[in-house]
T-cell receptor, first 116, second 113 residues
Framework: AQSVTQPDIHITVSEGASLELRCNYSYGATPYLFWYVQSPGQGLQLLLKYFSGDTLVQGIKGFEAEFKRSQSSFNLRKPSVHWSDAAEYFC??????????????FGRGTQLTVWP | ETGVTQSPTHLIKTRGQQVTLRCSSQ?????VSWYQQALGQGPQFIFQYYREEENGRGNFPPRFSGLQFPNYSSELNVNALELDDSALYLC????????????FGPGTRLLVL
């Protein structure tokens, strides 16, 4: 069965520190992978996505993620966190229908707090 | 801003009532997906519509139903509301095809009393 695990429910970092949010997935076929961010009371904003090719993908706001097939992981990283990065982060695996995307399976999210 | 809009932003209903939520897709998109996000959880897939036909459904009962219109806007209808239906309902639009990406609206917060 398809699933996404985000092991860290809550992470606190100081502004300027580096960040890594973990994501592990279970999916039988080649996965389509996504990271979204959600600010309080808001919808989901796409940070980055992976379909194929280079396993290190760059996103918006200085975020990057690396796909590691052997570890079934797609961890999100940022070298220097800003106070405005405080939000909830969701990893998702997309249903691969061959040439189209089906449903997204989401993890439970990681809440990021940034100390000044 | 994704260009996906949802209405209303907030809604309060009582148990047993019916509710209709609306979603307007981003320009150029032909697919709409609906998700339910309970408090403290990740979004759960309800269903997807493509060219006015249901194109996949999650593990939700039949009292959750939807429509997609020729202009690709969409509605989510929930009958016989239950307390557990209280959640943020998210609509996502996409263009069906290679490297398809879902873009989300701001959501409708539903409270069932």
């Amino acid at each position: 069965a398809q699933s996404v695990t985000q092991p860290d429910i809550h992470i606190t970092v100081s502004e300027g520190a580096s960040l890594e949010l973990r994501c592990n997935y279970s999916y039988g076929a080649t996965p389509y992978l996504f990271w979204y961010v959600q600010s309080p009371g808001q919808g989901l904003q796409l940070l980055l996505k992976y379909f194929s090719g280079d396993t290190l993908v760059q996103g918006i706001k200085g975020f990057e993620a690396e796909f590691k097939r052997s570890q079934s992981s797609f961890n999100l990283r940022k070298p220097s966190v800003h106070w405005s990065d405080a939000a909830e982060y969701f990893c998702a695996v997309g249903e691969n229908r061959g040439s189209t995307l089906g449903r997204l399976y989401f993890g439970r999210g990681t809440q990021l707090t940034v100390w000044p | 801003e994704t260009g996906v809009t949802q209405s209303p932003t907030h809604l309060i209903k009582t148990r047993g009532q019916q509710v209709t939520l609306r979603c307007s897709s981003q320009s150029g998109h032909n697919t709409v997906s609906w998700y339910q996000q309970a408090l403290g959880q990740g979004p759960q897939f309800i269903f997807q519509y493509y060219r006015e036909e249901e194109n996949g459904r999650g593990n939700f009962p039949p009292r959750f139903s939807g429509l997609q219109f020729p202009n690709y806007s969409s509605e989510l209808n929930v009958n016989a509301l239950e307390l557990d239906d209280s959640a943020l309902y998210l609509c996502a639009s996409s263009y069906l095809g290679l490297q398809e990406t879902q873009y989300f609206g701001p959501g409708t917060r539903l409270l069932v009393l």
